[in-house]
């Protein structure tokens, strides 16, 4: 199982983090992975300048925005998903 735990401090939030929780569940269903990829929201990822961040697993990754999300899904999540158990 990925984890991807997408910020919503108020930083990201401002920035447009549930657009991007949105996008990311949208392809999660769109590829099927709901039993392999566990989306959740968390606080604050200390990287607020660079939002909207996000954490996959202990990585994290900043920048996200709805219009990106779908490149960073197909580059950091959708090949790691399919291979999970
Ligand atoms: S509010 Fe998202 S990293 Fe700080």
Not at 26 to 31: D, G, Q, V
Not at 56 to 70: C, M, P, S
């Amino acid at each position: 199982m990925l984890t991807v735990s997408v910020c919503v401090g108020s930083s990201c939030h401002l920035k447009g983090a549930y657009a991007v929780i949105k996008e990311l569940q949208r392809l999660i269903e769109e590829f099927s992975l709901r039993e392999k990829i566990e989306l959740k929201a968390c606080f604050c990822l200390g990287q607020c300048q660079q939002g909207v961040s996000v954490m996959v697993n202990d990585r994290i990754y900043t920048g996200l925005t709805k219009e990106n999300t779908a490149e960073f899904f197909h580059r950091h999540l959708l090949k790691e998903g399919q291979g999970r158990q």
